[in-house]
């Protein structure tokens, strides 16, 4: 049985093209264990996918609850990759790029070389790629990591926002030297973060992506706390199905899901449990219960 990993690439068989009652249309995947998964055909009309084909996926996300989010190789875009985007409009504080597909892409004016005009191409940094469009970051804007170690926090001031394409935003995070990172603001939505405040950050490694998570405004990685216990649930652990799971509620009104068979029988006859938060990834609590 082959463990399907984040951040990794797998074949995938296109089996079916069926409509589900949603009235949209999905490609049926089968996965290397002959597990099923669904990819809505409309964000990949130009891939010329077809039933029979086998197709490389990456694996973006597992999220808390087992769910598997795929996106296909790109035909033309890989990404980390640089290629040139054409700007087909300017307006306001956004310009807008189109891909080969003539996808419209939104990036913000401040982050393309300034006098840059309609008709000029600006070259851009894949990122990744979210339902066949690709989210770039012009090169003369890409945030250079080189300098911090990871596992080390450091300090930021919350200098603003930018807004990039499919409503991704993120906080600007200065540091002391006038250099601006980026920070995912919806993974965050609780921290109370605005513009002008100072926050401490840990520099993170995610196979080749960097990122900062910021310190969590009540809980400490390593400490104990208690949660109440609100529900159960249920987790999908690929490739074995269902798998029972309690529902917690933190201190700032986030559920948390952990599996039922980690946790002792006896902590369950409460109303409350205690656990060691593990780690903290892009805001979301890592529990040992």
């Not at 989010?69 to 990759?81: A, M, S, T, V």
């Not at 009540?218 to 400490?223: D, E, F, I, L, P």
């Not at 529900?231 to 309690?246: L, M, N, Q, R, S």
Request: with cysteine; net charge neutral.
């Amino acid at each position: 049985m082959l463990i399907l990993e984040e951040e990794k690439y797998y074949p995938f068989k296109i089996s079916d093209k069926i409509r589900m009652p949603d009235g949209e249309v999905y490609f049926k995947l089968t996965d290397p264990n002959r597990i099923r998964h669904l990819l809505r055909a409309q964000w990949y009309e130009k891939y010329n996918l077809k039933t029979g084909d086998t197709i490389t996926c990456h694996i973006d996300k597992i999220n808390c609850s087992g769910r598997i989010f795929i996106e296909p190789l790109h035909p033309f875009y890989k990404p980390d990759g640089m290629y040139d985007f054409e700007i087909v409009e300017l307006k306001d504080d956004t310009a807008f790029v189109k891909d080969a597909f003539d996808n419209i892409i939104e990036i913000p004016v401040e982050d393309i070389p300034f006098g840059n005009k309609v008709g000029d191409k600006v070259s851009c940094r894949v990122l990744s790629i979210k339902k066949g469009k690709p989210l770039l970051v012009p090169a003369s804007s890409e945030p250079d990591y080189s300098l911090f170690k990871a596992g080390e926090q450091y300090s930021f001031e919350v200098t603003g926002y930018k807004k990039y394409a499919g409503n991704n935003s993120y906080f600007i995070l200065s540091d002391k030297n006038g250099n601006s990172y980026p920070l995912r603001r919806k993974f965050y939505e609780g921290y109370g973060i605005k513009t002008g405040d100072t926050i401490k950050c840990v520099y993170k490694k995610s196979g080749d992506k960097s990122y900062f998570e910021p310190e969590h405004p009540y809980y400490k990685k390593g400490k104990e706390y208690e949660f109440f216990i609100i529900g159960e649930d249920v987790i999908y652990k690929y490739p074995d199905g269902k798998e029972e799971a309690i529902v917690l509620l933190n201190d700032y009104g986030k559920e948390i899901l952990i599996s039922r068979k980690d946790v002792s029988p006896v902590k369950l006859e409460s109303d409350k449990i205690t656990c060691v938060v593990r780690d903290i990834v892009k805001g979301q609590l890592i529990l040992d219960c």
